[in-house]
């Protein structure tokens, strides 16, 4: 359970969770009769751009398109070597544009066509879901309004209570000792009124105050901006793929998406296309019986060996991680202690 607005438990501990490292790579090599031969033929039943509000659009999708097919080495590389060509029919293209969770979904036809002899060499009806959630109120908001207000709030108690030891406590000290007054050779020192002291009070409880509410203030204002729940487009367009910190990565079907509604929109229409996009992949890859390349650690620990000897037993392709990327820790002193007392 959770209170209306606040982010739940569940996606609490999604916030935290990092994505899922990559285990496999779908790949065409040499042997593979489609490797670079594929080259976009058309895409049809969505728009070539949006409009009033986010929604899927060509052109976010075409350069998708490219990218999967280039990584995956199924581009071709001249329109000489383009034999195929890959046809994609949106049957079904539904996404949200207001609301705090933004669902969508879409249905496309994924055809290939042998350019020589005009044959279907492929073809399968692809379905892709996902859930861009709003982030509700946790402590990453507390954090902030209590960045805001605290300055306001310890420095207005620090001046009121320097004022209140310097008039309460120092001046009466003075004022009541004639011996310290003989002592340092001083006058008496004219005490504030009552008047002053209201006044002084006052002026601490009303800064106080605001500086406390300042920050509650501007999250609330931020959880009513109109513009977090409808995905207008308000700013100068452009199109650039933006996908969540979802678990599973674009076959995920749901993942924290950002407050702003736009952003949410696009991390929405970002993560339809990329799912869809995968699992055509990934259907393709069975039906033309092309394996899986495997990423294995780049590691000498005996767990890595038995995982590459398992792969290459099974038939799988290996590649192995970079390791330059990763700094590795000079372990070989041990853990240092000292003996001093």
Request: hydrophobic share 35%.
């Amino acid at each position: 359970m959770s209170l209306p607005g606040f982010m739940n438990q569940q996606d609490t501990l999604e916030k935290q969770r990092p994505v899922l490292p990559v285990t496999h790579y779908v790949k065409w090599y040499t042997e593979d009769r489609l490797q670079h031969g594929i080259v976009l033929d058309y895409i049809s039943g969505m728009s070539q751009r949006d409009y009033l509000f986010e929604e899927p659009n060509q052109e976010l999708f075409r350069p998708m398109v490219g990218d999967a097919l280039y990584q995956s080495g199924l581009m071709a590389r001249t329109g000489a070597g383009a034999r195929y060509a890959l046809q994609i029919e949106f049957l079904d293209l539904d996404t949200d544009a207001f609301g705090r969770n933004f669902a969508g979904k879409t249905d496309a036809i994924y055809r290939i066509v042998d350019r020589r002899t005009n044959e279907i060499v492929y073809e399968k009806t692809i379905g892709s879901r996902f859930v861009a959630k709003y982030p509700g109120l946790n402590e990453d908001d507390a954090s902030f309004a209590y960045d805001v207000s605290a300055p306001g709030v310890i420095a207005a108690t620090k001046a009121f209570g320097a004022f209140a030891l310097y008039e309460g406590g120092m001046v009466e000290l003075w004022n009541n000792n004639e011996k310290l007054q003989n002592f340092f050779g001083g006058d008496s020192i004219d005490e504030v009124s009552q008047a002053g002291w209201n006044d002084a009070y006052q002026s601490y409880a009303w800064v106080t105050g605001i500086s406390a509410l300042s920050g509650p203030a501007l999250v609330l204002l931020g959880q009513v901006n109109p513009l977090n729940y409808a995905s207008l487009q308000l700013e100068p367009r452009g199109e650039s793929p933006s996908l969540t910190k979802a678990r599973r990565g674009t076959l995920s079907e749901s993942g924290l998406g950002s407050r702003s509604a736009r952003k949410r929109a696009n991390e929405l229409n970002t993560h339809l296309l990329a799912q869809s996009l995968t699992v055509f992949l990934l259907d393709l890859a069975e039906k033309e019986d092309v394996r899986l390349t495997q990423l294995v650690p780049c590691g000498s620990s005996p767990s890595d060996a038995s995982d590459i000897i398992e792969a290459v037993r099974q038939g799988t392709r290996v590649v192995s991680d970079d390791c330059r990327v990763y700094v590795e820790p000079d372990t070989s002193r041990g853990v240092g202690i000292t003996a001093y007392k």
